[in-house]
């Protein structure tokens, strides 16, 4: 058994390309590209497009409690403290009867800004578009009928609504309101009139409800009068009708009537006399009674009379103490500070929307410039994978000229096609690899899954067989087994039947119909294919198949996913390793090729993969292709 030794090419590995930082750092001339497109974009956009806008804001305070000049009883209560009573008078502040008043007394319904009825349609306004779209399908779409005044003023307050900002700030009794429009005067004066508006409600509230609560005062006392009046007279006229006014008179009259009582109990009194007393005594205990009972009644009139006569003082009191408020009411809210005119306009705002440019086009430009250092990190022309190896680029095996088409049918169908000439290019290269002795056992191998190792191997197979040589195909890849697939001999037995000594090793070799070269294929097997491949078996079983066939090519697993392929590098006369274009980084390829220059195993070159040849050929000699 022979073993190729390594060609010692003049090229030397290039460094690994810079870090990130240092790759943005490099790329500053890009992103300072980006940042002046995007504040020049910033700039025409500001200038051109954008409407500026224009923001008032006015502050109010709410009194919790109102200035007492004098000490009277209030008609309404002043307000709270709570939030409940801030949110209610934000609300308050929201509603659609105060702002439909700022909307008739400023006329914002004629405002074009704040009703969208009276703005002109533009080209591209939904409502066009609709209609264009619908006479472009036949149907015929009228223009929308105007909407009546009151729809319109209902229009214009939710636009005016949506334009405020009203919020209590924290911790205070202050409510922030602010508005935004197209004009500076128009917001300062929208917010003026709306909070003057608002205190002016609530002083005229106040003055109603003191209204109101005179004008019943004022009828409760007519009537109280009144009422007094006629108690007084019955009074009077009690005290009138009856002899007997005070309680000492109806004592004497009781006394005289027990003296009457003692002159009847004298035993000496003839009956005529008798007679006399008594009828006496009997008309002064009548007078007793009857005045008793008019004494009584006099009294429970002028008690009514007093009390008609306090409550009338204290209505009347009352009256005066709420006329006297008519005057001195105040609103339960002061505004602080009127709105005026800004100066500067709210939106678009020139300094935050250039620095957001500058932002914007300094991280633009860093992706650009990282995009790029990856980019350029992968492979596109055979001299790119030669300075970054330090090992000869065998070939650039392109992919098939038809999408989706099987490779081997390619080459059949135009054997003067690229793909055919560079498998001739990659025969030579290798054939001339070693002039002494060229290589009979040819392993393929690739650092990643997918970069064309098994496709290369069939087709580098497949070019030594066109030239009327003995070649054998081995899959060594038992994880994938694939091959049996691909060429249409399904399921059969394979190398590890021979290793194990299954069966003979004719019966594990197949030839496919459309291929001119022999296979065996490869078995999937949960063992460590390292283990099976490292034995004297496998070194044995190669020995055997070296005087049966001129040319032997062995499909390895990928170096970065399995060591099968460092096991058969010694067993074999060449190593050739597939790198794909544009697909493969520089990392991926120097930890593959790293694992074989660690324990000094040959690599004979490598071959880009799956290359597109117009790019390739574009890129230059020497060119980075992108």
Same mark, same amino acid.
């Given at each position: ?18 870090? %990130? ?30 409407? &500026? ?88 779409? @009228?223009?929308? @009928? ?12 939710? $636009? ?87 309680? +000492? ?21 003839? +009956? ?34 007093? @009390? ?8 009347? @009191? ?7 408020? $008519?005057?001195?009411?105040?609103? +339960? ?81 135009? &054997? ?8 001739? +290019? ?28 098994? %496709? ?171």
């Amino acid at each position: 058994m022979t073993r190729l030794s390594p060609i010692h090419l003049p090229q030397t590995a290039t460094p690994d390309p810079p870090p %990130t930082l240092a790759a943005v750092l490099a790329g500053w001339p890009r992103i300072l590209l980006c940042i002046v497109l995007l504040v020049g974009l910033a700039g025409i956009s500001l200038g051109s497009l954008a409407v &500026p806008t224009w923001r008032a804001s006015s502050t109010l305070m709410l009194n919790p409690q109102e200035q007492t000049l004098i000490d009277l009883g209030r008609v309404l209560p002043a307000l709270g403290r709570d939030a409940q009573i801030l949110n209610t008078q934000t609300e308050v502040l929201k509603s659609r009867l105060l702002l439909g008043r700022v909307v008739d007394d400023l006329g914002l319904v004629e405002v074009a800004e704040f009703n969208p009825a009276r703005r002109p349609e533009g080209s591209l306004s939904p409502a066009v578009l609709k209609r264009r779209i619908a006479g472009w399908l036949g149907y015929d779409a @009228a223009p929308p @009928a105007p909407l009546l005044p009151a729809a319109e003023r209902d229009e214009t307050i939710r $636009t005016l609504l949506r334009k405020l900002d009203i919020a209590v700030e924290p911790d205070s009794l202050v409510i922030a309101v602010s508005l935004t429009s197209r004009s500076a005067e128009q917001s300062a004066a929208i917010v003026n009139h709306l909070l003057e508006t608002y205190v002016a409600d609530q002083r005229a509230a106040k003055l109603a409800a003191t209204e109101s609560a005179t004008s019943w005062l004022t009828e409760r006392v007519v009537q109280l009068k009144a009422t007094l009046e006629q108690a007084e007279a019955a009074a009077r006229a009690a005290r009138a009708e009856t002899g007997v006014r005070t309680s +000492d008179q109806l004592s004497e009259m009781e006394r005289r009537l027990a003296a009457l009582s003692e002159r009847r109990a004298d035993p000496g009194r003839t +009956d005529g006399e008798q007679a006399r007393l008594k009828a006496e005594a009997d008309e002064l205990a009548r007078q007793i009674h009857d005045a008793s009972a008019r004494l009584v009644k006099t009294a429970q009139l002028e008690r009514e009379a007093r @009390a008609s006569a306090l409550l009338y003082e204290n209505f009347l @009191a009352r009256l005066k103490e709420t006329a006297i408020q $008519t005057d001195a009411h105040t609103a +339960d809210a002061v505004i602080l500070s009127p709105a005026v005119a800004p100066r500067q306009p709210h939106s678009p705002r020139v300094p935050l929307v250039l620095a957001l440019a500058v932002i914007l086009g300094g991280g633009l430009g860093t992706i650009w410039v990282l995009i790029r250092e990856e980019w350029r990190l992968r492979f596109r022309t055979p001299e790119e994978l030669e300075r970054a190896s330090g090992m000869r680029t065998l070939a650039v095996v392109p992919e098939p000229a038809t999408r989706h088409c099987d490779p081997l049918e390619d080459i059949d169908r135009r &054997p003067g096609g690229a793909l055919a000439e560079s498998l001739r +290019d990659l025969r030579s290269s290798l054939l001339l690899s070693n002039l002494d002795k060229p290589p009979r056992v040819i392993a393929v191998t690739s650092s990643l899954p997918e970069e064309g190792k098994t %496709t290369l191997a069939i087709l580098l197979a497949q070019s030594l067989a066109a030239w009327d040589k003995s070649v054998l195909l081995i899959e060594a890849d038992i994880r994938g087994a694939t091959i049996a697939d691909r060429l249409g001999l399904g399921e059969q037995r394979g190398i590890l039947s021979v290793l194990a000594r299954l069966c003979e090793v004719d019966e594990v070799i197949h030839k496919p119909p459309t291929a001119g070269f022999d296979v065996i294929p490869g078995e999937r097997t949960a063992a460590n294919g390292a283990d099976i491949f490292s034995t004297g078996r496998f070194a044995t079983f190669l020995e055997q198949m070296r005087g049966r066939y001129d040319y032997i090519v062995i499909d390895t697993p990928p170096v970065l996913a399995a060591a099968d392929a460092r096991v058969i590098a010694p067993v074999v006369d060449a190593v050739i390793y597939a790198v794909r274009w544009n697909r493969t980084t520089r990392a991926q390829m120097r930890r593959g090729i790293d694992q074989f220059r660690n324990f000094g195993l040959p690599l004979t070159g490598l071959v880009l993969s799956r290359a597109n040849l117009r790019r390739v050929t574009y890129g230059g000699a020497g060119g980075r292709g992108d």
